[in-house]
């Protein structure tokens, strides 16, 4: 694992993009580290629409919004000083996309946290860096969170949960 990449696993959310403006904030003016923001797709639940069009459309919506957040966040991160070559996207498409044909490399579904992992060690990222969800104690012992996940299943390597 090598210390200087730096995986950070974001969603679109607000704590997403306090991770990203706190690796920003510490890391942005080191000449030698390499970040990669990592976004593991999941499409909307087709249950919910009334056809495949509806879902194709909703399912476009969403990777439209995904993608206009990585370019914020890669803004973010520049503006802090990361230079542009340091910084990489990871887009992993599901394999149930409906909207893109699978790769060997397509997220099966089963956990975003199994699926972070993946990345970091075939990546050799040396720390991930996640933003946490903010659900209460009651609903993280119910439903689980990504973050939890990712602490417990990690054998190497540094985690930062940003809250």
Known sequence: MDRKKILIAVDSSEN?????????DL????????ITLLYIERPPDRDTYADD???????????KNIQIFLDEARGMLEHKGVAEERIAEKYVVSCKSG???PSED?????SI???ILRVQ????FGTIVIGRRGVSRTEEFLYGSVSTSVMHKARVGTIWVVE
């Open 27 to 34: 890391l942005g003016d080191t000449p030698d580290i390499l």
């Open 16 to 24: 997403s993009k306090r991770a990203v403006s706190y690796v920003g």
């Open 113 to 115: 946290a199994e699926e």
């Open 121 to 124: 060690k075939e990546g050799g």
């Open 106 to 110: 397509c997220s099966v579904g089963i």
């Open 53 to 63: 069009t509806a879902w194709k459309a909703a399912a476009h919506a969403k990777e």
């Open 99 to 101: 909207i893109h044909e």
